[in-house]
């Protein structure tokens, strides 16, 4: 029974991203630094992209959009795109609607309340360019996540990218470790001199999920997942701690 109940909860959209967490996202920032230049990586790499075939606009599929940081970027990194953005976190979802109203306005972008795998199980295969998304795979059960990259594979067209900016563990643990001490070290940092122990709080209890062995996203494996599930040219980009950016395509 127990058993039972793990395998249902590995494969389940969790909802992580609400209250002061998700209403001070822009605290982020502050915290991992790397976040902001991580998303402007992902942004040009989808803006440098050619892709294989012709298309007048490329179809793109944001996975965890966010209060919209990355979502910036990506419209930034080029014209011809319409971005379908996913997310689960109403109180995310309410910062992005105002932080991207003109893209809205102007008819390039949607937005989308739902959880990822849920909204990837409607589309049609092979009916996206490009799915990007930045520090949300990382926040996934290991289950869920599996399931959500086999769907990202599926709905791509052959040929299509598939680019993630996130939080890949340092296979070596010793050194993983140590990384996730100084960075426990910069919250306590940051979050006193705000004067801020409920947020800090936050995000510690954060930190320990995103740790946690139902949930840590270390590189190594997760690139061989990607090559099993079928993608190819599955490469680390940039590595900056556990900042990765990893970029791959459907043959
Ligand atoms: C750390 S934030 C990153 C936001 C944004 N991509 C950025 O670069 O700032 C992770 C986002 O993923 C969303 N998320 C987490 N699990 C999700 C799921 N199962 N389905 C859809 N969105 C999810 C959260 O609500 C949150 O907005």
């Given amino acids: 029974m127990s058993h039972?109940?793990?395998?249902?909860?590995?494969?389940?959209?969790?909802?992580l991203f609400q209250g002061p967490i998700a209403e001070e996202y822009q605290m982020l920032a502050l915290i991992?630094?790397?976040a902001a230049e991580m998303s402007r990586r992902v942004g040009s790499f989808v803006g440098e992209?050619?892709?294989?075939?012709?298309?007048?606009q490329l179809q793109v599929?944001?996975?965890?959009?966010?209060?919209?940081?990355?979502?910036?970027?990506?419209?930034?990194?080029?014209?011809?795109?319409f971005i379908e953005s996913v997310d689960n976190a109403p109180a995310m979802l309410a910062q992005a609607r105002q932080n991207l109203a003109e893209a809205l306005a102007a008819e390039r972008l949607r937005l989308v309340e739902n959880d990822a795998l849920s909204h990837l199980l409607t589309l049609p295969d092979a009916s996206v360019d490009?799915?990007?998304?930045?520090?949300?795979?990382?926040?996934?059960?290991?289950?869920y996540r599996q399931r959500v990259l086999e769907q990202i594979w599926r709905v791509l067209k052959p040929g299509g990218l598939f680019v993630n900016g996130d939080r890949y563990a340092i296979d070596d643990a010793a050194e993983h470790l140590k990384n996730t001490q100084q960075e426990v070290g910069g919250y306590f940092r940051v979050f006193n001199e705000l004067n801020r122990p409920d947020l800090l709080e936050q995000w510690i209890?954060?930190?320990?999920?995103?740790?946690?062995?139902?949930?840590?996203?270390?590189?190594r494996p997760a690139l061989e997942t990607m090559t099993a599930i079928g993608f190819q040219n599955v490469k680390l980009h940039f590595r900056d701690g556990v900042n990765a950016l990893v970029g791959a395509v459907k043959p």
């Fill in 205 to 219: 209890v954060h930190l320990f999920s995103d740790e946690s062995e139902e949930h840590i996203m270390r590189l």
């Fill in 61 to 81: 599929l944001e996975i965890g959009c966010g209060t919209g940081v990355t979502t910036t970027c990506l419209l930034a990194g080029r014209e011809d795109i």
């Fill in 4 to 15: 039972y109940k793990t395998m249902i909860s590995q494969h389940s959209a969790e909802h």
């Fill in 32 to 34: 991992c630094p790397s």
């Fill in 130 to 143: 490009i799915v990007a998304s930045a520090y949300s795979l990382h926040n996934f059960l290991h289950g």
């Fill in 49 to 56: 992209w050619t892709p294989p075939y012709p298309v007048e």
